[in-house]
């Protein structure tokens, strides 16, 4: 093979191949800006739902320590006026603080179910991603053939082109 023919060769599998480069270093980039993007929105979501849980857990706090005080100088105050009153007092107070902890749960529950979508986003951009690069994968290997082809080709024709000069000198030799 000549210079001429190595230099050709090697230009064409640079043109061939460099669409491809090209694809994976675009897919590569568009994959780390996914993740960037993930990573944050999670950062910032469970950030969101801790501060959510704090502010709500201590609001309980302070509602529950309110209550509890309250019940408790209403039991000191009424315990002469009767048991029946004080345990409906009581009552409305335990009520009172079921309604505030149900609450309480259903806030918990939506910042689960928002972590848990979060989650599922996630995993469908990473399948996403993966097929991108299942496709990149395929693509590189028919590209593998393609230059395993071209190189036993090449060998083929050097073999052939050595075989023609051979023959044009014997002819020429006889001549």
């Given at each position: 093979m000549t210079n001429d023919e190595a230099t050709w060769?090697?230009?064409?599998?640079?043109?061939?191949?460099?669409?491809?480069?090209?694809l994976i270093e675009a897919n590569q980039a568009?994959?780390?800006a996914g993740f960037t993007v993930v990573r944050g929105e999670m950062a910032e979501g469970l950030a969101g739902l801790r501060g959510e849980m704090a502010e709500g857990l201590a609001g309980l706090r302070g509602e529950?320590?309110?209550g509890l005080?309250?019940?408790?100088d209403t039991l000191r105050a009424e315990m002469a006026g009767g048991l029946d009153t004080v345990r409906g007092e009581m009552a409305a107070g335990f009520g009172e603080m079921r309604r505030h902890f149900e609450v309480l749960t259903e806030d918990l529950r939506g910042g689960v179910k928002l972590l848990a979508e979060g989650h599922a986003a996630l995993s469908e951009k990473i399948e996403s991603?993966?097929?991108?690069?299942t496709r990149v994968e395929?693509?590189?290997?028919?590209l593998d053939l393609r230059v395993?082809?071209?190189q036993d080709?090449?060998?083929?024709?050097?073999?052939?082109?050595?075989?023609?000069?051979?023959?044009v000198r014997e002819l020429m030799g006889q001549k």
């Open positions: 060769l090697k230009e064409v599998i640079q043109a061939e191949t460099r669409p491809l480069r090209e568009e994959m780390r529950m320590a309110e005080a309250d019940v408790r991603v993966d097929q991108k690069v395929g693509r590189v290997e028919s395993m082809w071209l080709r090449t060998v083929s024709l050097e073999v052939g082109q050595r075989a023609v000069v051979a023959a």
